[in-house]
């Protein structure tokens, strides 16, 4: 008579999800593993890139496929917004190693960060695979170049800039 009620207690606890370890930690979210990319340890780090890199091709899919308007476009805009913020910070240290300098070139050329071409050329100089030199190629191919900087003007002559400024009117006089 103990027996079957024990096991019909075993099974209540099984359904309400109960049974099992009560002390595991709640699962990661985004921004664990984009801190995850700084990672010292090489399978935590390479495992953090994989994660984030799906959910950048996920978000860039979404905006390219996606009717406007929709909960699913403006939820992906919200992620899109801080993994622009966030990745290209979190792949600074991630793009001198090589079991994930791949996949961030690929994260960066996804969201088409112009600022980070300089950072993903420095990682040619890696011992890459070959696989891993392809993906790295491909990447900055698709990355934008950086927009160009203006070279500084002489000493007393007015920049481009300033050439196409208005000139604002004299102050009117009273008499």
Partial sequence: MITPL??????AL???GQSGDLTQAPPKGLGDYLVDLGSEEG???LYAARYVRGEV????RVQRVATAGTTEELE????LAELFVRVPEACRSALTYTNTAALCAEMLADLEVETARAQVEAARAL???KGQRKRLEAAIAR?????PTPPPSPAGTPSPAAATEPVPPPPATSP
């Avoid at 091709?57 to 860039?60: F, L, N, P, S």
Wanted: cysteine-free; hydrophobic content about 55%; proline content about 11%.
């Fill in 76 to 79: 992906s805009r919200v992620v």
């Fill in 143 to 147: 990355l934008p170049a950086a927009p």
């Fill in 43 to 45: 399978p935590e780090r």
């Fill in 14 to 16: 099984a359904v309400d």
């Fill in 127 to 129: 011992e890459l695979s």
């Fill in 57 to 60: 091709r996920r978000a860039t």
């Fill in 6 to 11: 024990l096991l019909w207690a075993a099974a």
